[in-house]
């Protein structure tokens, strides 16, 4: 049984990568002038990853209607300095026209695009200002899925422009998923793509006593990018304080992006084309024959498409299952312990095709690893759960 476990796993892991799963200079960088809405909603645990993700933000509710990011091309003051973080930078470093900063709830986000990387440079406010020396590693283009990359930062300013920070770490970026999400405003969106930061922070602060207790943070960030936007549609965002005894959560929040409020469109020519190339693929499907219950431009009978995700992992206590399909199958899902032998089993029968939710209890369940199997119809997945 053990080996069994061990082929499911490997066969979920060596599934083909979509090769056109990445972002890319061209259709991904910021851009000065660009505007985009952001709205914050409730927070929901993004799921696993790996491909055929579905990911179902469409039950959650607004907090705060609007948020403006707007992108601004830095000119220079003179001909030869910038000003950027309170600072000059002479025009040699800076090639004409890479330097912008991203305007949010009166936060600067100054960034650099360099030859096919993006890279930050800090931030400031009224309150904050932090510099990143050298600037971090934001995003190599292109990037595709299953693509990662670690750079280590060292950040100093100050805190109400009088108390020193010093800060220092790492960042592990990731294109760790890629499938389909259901919108806040109901919209489905196929072709989408994931990206995973991971983020340490340590206080680096050298002039403090060794009595005072060094802050040690990291924050997790994911965004959804769909092809034909260049700015993401969703992101969610957790910091957690990291102490002699635990880790722990202390802040969460996540973004909608509504694509209608991506006003920059109509002078992207190069995402036009995308979105214009995808509502054609789309209106020639529908001109063809019929698919499954005649209705138009569905795959043919017995074409599944499955999606699946499951969260919160570790879990504690309750195990969320969401799962799409597009064809009539008989659905088992089965959490075997990592001797093989089942613990849980939900025989669903037979379903038309749609979106599920369902749950497991894990809340008497020894802690370790186990293994969640998806069969759906002919079509069988597989992952590993942790059980705090």
Known sequence: MRNLIFLLLTAAVAAGIPTHAQLTRLHNAPR?????????????????????????????????????????????????????LRDTIPASEIMQGDLMAGVEHHTAYWQ??????????????????????????????????????ESEYRSSGFYSSREPVVAEGNIHLKADAFGKMVLPSGDTLDHVLRIKSLQTITDADTTKSDSIPRLKMFTEYFRWYVKGYRYPVFET???????????????????FFPPLEHLYLEQDSANMAVLDSLWNQLTYGNQQGTGNNGEEGDDPPGILNLRYNYFPNPVSDVLYLEYYFEATATVTITL???????????????????????????????GGGYVLLF??????????VMKR
């Open 336 to 366: 075997f312990d990592m001797n093989g032998l089942p613990v849980r089993i939900l025989n669903k029968g037979a379903l038309q095709k749609g979106f599920y939710v369902d749950t497991i209890d894990c809340s008497t369940l020894a």
């Open 112 to 149: 650099r695009l360099k030859n096919d990387s993006l890279f930050s440079l800090g931030h400031e406010n009224p309150v904050v200002l932090l510099k990143h020396n050298p600037p971090v590693l934001s995003m190599p283009f292109p990037f595709g899925y299953g693509q990662e990359t």
């Open 375 to 384: 069969q759906v119809g002919n079509e069988v997945v597989s992952g590993v």
């Open 237 to 255: 965002t957790r910091i957690f304080d990291i102490n002699d005894i635990d880790t722990v959560e202390i802040f969460n929040t996540a973004f």
């Open 32 to 84: 000065g002038g660009d505007e985009i809405i952001k709205q914050r909603v409730d927070y929901k645990d993004p799921g696993r990853s790996g491909e055929n993700v579905i990911w179902d933000f469409g039950q959650l509710f607004s907090i705060d209607p609007e948020y403006n990011l707007t992108y601004y091309n830095v000119q220079p003051i003179n001909d030869s300095t910038y000003l950027a």
